[in-house]
């Protein structure tokens, strides 16, 4: 049977080249300029260092790369002459310095494991960026705290106002979080920083190359080993994202609770006039948008980090572009989503103001003290929980209707006590003290509770935790920059061998 053969056209199809090429082209320049023209130095500098490129050819090399006229590459636009930037670049080299001796810069090395390297170096710089901004923000929350440390306000459970503690008590919690956010994101780093050039294609190379040293001029610390996994695995960029969908799933229950604070009818929490837009119609409005906006960011940024982990299920356990060029921007993207949610949230905050007033005479209403009524019976008369909480319980029914006055409260638990052989035991004072939220709050004392002695030394520790992160970070950034130093001494060494000879 005869069948006809279609016409081709020659690469790449324009369906081809304006849905994946030109495209990838585009968050190339964006993302990996930068990166790709720092691996071409460092991989021709070791080149050269291992014998495997004669220095003055691999001089040539550096001196093209110098004379790139960076705006023009950004400027470009993809015409199909060309896969990708890559090849975009070398096509530019080749121009300065000639096909054979511009070629000799891709011995022992792969678009493979460039890709992998630059990937990683996008992703580390992520991960800074994003630590930096949470820093920032676990900063604010600890001055707040401090200073709101002694300021009563309800603890909720289900919505519900369930017992008194204080405002300091509270941001102490989220503080604890982004504290763990930050530790999440320390050990993301580490395994993110780890070089994979070298592993070339997939099985690393014949040539004497030097890993360690392009290791050292890129600023990772230390190398992705097995040159198959290097390629293949996939793991340093789903946990990354998994610690980012994490943070903001906490932040976003944290800027939940901030709205309710917001509404008239909590009235907890007033942001200034730089942060609240206006009705077109009601005059009245105050509306908190960019704790909206913060909001949906975070959920934006958690979603599209497990979008990432979603496009990576299942894949083959090898190199597949499944892991590349069409999914390396959505991890930008929920990188950049976050910050910019946490950025917001930071300056919100910092301008905001909490009516403490408020907060302080709810925690002091709805019933809120009654468990140490009923802990505080126990601890003075000996009486079993229990019955203490069976007192208690019918005080509060017999006052539910009428509405909690702490006066009426303390009156029916001393009617109720003088049934049992208990009532002697303890004061109207003591009973009366019992229901205040003050009160409720010092005696709670042990680590982890509201009490000044146990919440103050936490706040103190947050601040040393800070000090050490924020510590990290700077040395880690220098890390970085020294490696560019580092680069240029290698380059400038070079140089001078080739002048002296």
């Given at each position: 049977m005869m069948t006809t053969s279609k016409s081709t056209t020659k690469f790449p199809a324009p369906v081809y080249r304006d849905t994946v090429l030109a495209p990838v082209f585009v968050d190339a320049k964006r993302y990996f300029l930068g990166p790709l023209l720092e691996i071409e130095y460092a991989h021709t500098l070791m080149l050269a260092r291992q014998g495997i490129m004669p220095a003055g050819e691999a001089a040539q090399c550096l001196r093209a790369l110098d004379a790139l006229d960076r705006g023009e590459i950004e400027r470009a636009e993809y015409d199909g002459t060309f896969e990708d930037l890559f090849f975009y670049i070398e096509k530019k080299l080749a121009a300065a310095c000639g096909e054979e001796v511009a070629g000799k810069m891709h011995t022992a090395r792969s678009r493979n494991d460039i890709d992998l390297t630059m990937y990683r170096m996008v992703l580390r710089g992520r991960l800074l960026g994003m630590l930096t901004s949470l820093l920032a923000l676990r900063r604010l929350l600890i001055d707040l705290a401090w200073e709101y440390r002694a300021a009563l306000m309800p603890a909720y459970t289900h919505n519900q106002p369930a017992q008194p503690t204080t405002l300091g008590h509270y941001l102490m919690a989220y503080i604890e979080i982004l504290e763990r956010d930050a530790e999440r994101l320390r050990q993301a780093y580490a395994r993110v920083n780890r070089n994979p050039l070298g592993a070339c294609a997939i099985t690393t190379t014949g040539f004497p190359i030097d890993r360690g040293f392009t290791e050292s001029l890129l600023g990772f610390d230390g190398l992705q080993v097995n040159s198959y996994g290097a390629i293949a695995a996939v793991d340093y960029v789903a946990e990354s994202c998994s610690v980012l969908a994490t943070a903001m799933l906490s932040l976003g229950r944290f800027t939940?609770?901030?709205?309710?604070?917001?509404?008239a009818e909590f009235g907890y929490l007033r942001l200034s006039d730089a942060y609240v837009q206006i009705s077109s119609i009601m005059p009245q409005k105050r509306n908190p948008v960019p704790l909206e906006h913060v909001r949906v960011l975070a959920s934006r940024a958690l979603v599209e980090a497990q979008g990432v982990l979603g496009s990576l299920h299942n894949t083959p356990f090898a190199d597949m572009n499944d892991a590349e060029d069409d999914l390396q921007p959505l991890v930008y993207t929920a990188f950049d989503d976050a910050d910019r949610s946490v950025r917001l949230l930071t300056g919100t905050l910092g301008e905001a103001e909490f009516n403490t007033a408020r907060m302080a005479a709810a925690a002091d209403g709805n019933f809120l003290p009654v468990t140490e009524l009923a802990d505080t019976l126990v601890r003075v008369t000996g009486m079993s929980f229990h019955a203490s909480h069976t007192i208690v319980s019918k005080a509060v029914r017999e006052l539910r209707d009428r509405?909690?006055?702490?006066?009426?409260?303390?009156?029916?638990?001393?009617?109720?006590?003088?049934?049992?052989?208990?009532?002697?035991?303890?004061?109207?004072d003591q009973i009366r003290g019992a229901l205040s939220a003050a009160n409720f709050v010092a005696v709670r004392r042990i680590p982890g509770g509201p009490a000044a002695e146990a919440l103050q030394p936490e706040i103190e520790r947050a601040k040393t935790q800070l000090q050490a992160d924020t510590q990290w970070l700077s040395d880690t950034e220098q890390h970085l920059a020294e490696a560019k130093v580092k680069m240029k001494q290698q380059y400038d060494s070079l140089l001078r061998r080739i002048h002296e000879n």
């Open positions: 939940q609770d901030l709205l309710f604070w917001s509404t509405g909690y006055d702490a006066d009426t409260m303390a009156q029916i638990v001393e009617r109720e006590l003088r049934e049992t052989d208990k009532a002697a035991l303890i004061s109207s």
